[in-house]
């Protein structure tokens, strides 16, 4: 257990929706990095956020958007879903923000779009 | 953007054989981490690495920080039933700021030999 939590596990919907997805960070953590993982393009990192503010972006698309919160998680807003976005997003976190840190991945979440 | 290339992309093991993998890059970078997935589940952290020329061990599994810094090597010995699963790569441009996050390797595939 990596000390990173994710809700929800699964999540199943349509085109054109709109999903949250939640991440609690390890106890002390100050960033939270959200990844995308499908079977095409591997890990792909989204977005950063340190101590409630956003410190790097990837390849995010404009349809996405995330925001950490005082008590340190963070949501990822997916809106107008697309097939392609079916896949699976996890949340990692780390203690620093400046030096090397490792990167700690919770459970994930699977997302279906249909 | 930046390509870790690793290698192979599979490959099928006995037990009690030694495994060896690579991640090579055109870039450099300040670390490297290796990383493990099971299906359904997060990457999790097997070894870090902050030097070139680093060797750092865990357990059955060391890695190595290429002395060029473009490149990275895990083996694994006397592998188990249990070593089956993905191994990521993860290489890391720079300390925190906007090229603090991880850029990841395809990965390799473990299985068990038929």
């Known amino acids: 257990d990596s000390g990173v939590t994710q809700t929800p596990k699964h999540l199943i919907t349509a085109t054109g929706q709109r999903v949250t997805l939640r991440c609690s960070p390890r106890s002390g953590d100050l960033s939270v990095y959200w990844y995308q993982q499908s079977l095409d393009q591997g890990l792909q990192f989204l977005i950063q956020y340190y101590n409630g503010e956003e410190r790097a972006k990837g390849n995010i698309l404009e349809r996405f958007s995330a925001q950490q919160f005082p008590d340190l998680h963070s949501e990822l807003n997916l809106s107008s879903l697309e097939l392609g976005d079916s896949a699976l997003y996890f949340c990692?976190?780390?203690?620093?923000?400046?030096?090397?840190?490792?990167?700690?991945f919770g459970p994930g979440t699977r997302l279906t779009v249909l | 953007g930046q390509q870790l290339n690793q290698n192979p992309q599979s490959m099928f093991i006995q037990e009690g054989e030694d495994v060896s993998m690579n991640c090579t890059s055109s870039?450099?970078?300040?670390?490297w981490l290796w990383y493990k997935q099971d299906p359904g589940e997060g990457p999790v952290l097997l070894i870090a690495?902050?030097?070139?020329?680093e060797l750092t061990s865990n357990g059955r599994l060391t890695a190595q920080f290429g002395i060029t810094r473009k490149d990275s090597f895990l083996n694994i010995s006397a592998s188990i039933p249990s070593d089956v699963g993905i191994y990521f790569c993860?290489?890391?441009?720079?300390?925190?700021?906007?090229?603090?996050?991880?850029?990841f390797g395809k990965g390799t595939k473990l299985s068990v030999k038929p």
């Open positions: 690495l902050y030097k070139a020329g």
């Open positions: 990692a976190s780390s203690v620093a923000l400046q030096g090397a840190s490792e990167q700690f």
């Open positions: 993860a290489g890391q441009l720079r300390y925190g700021g906007s090229q603090g996050n991880l850029i």
């Open positions: 870039s450099i970078f300040n670390t």
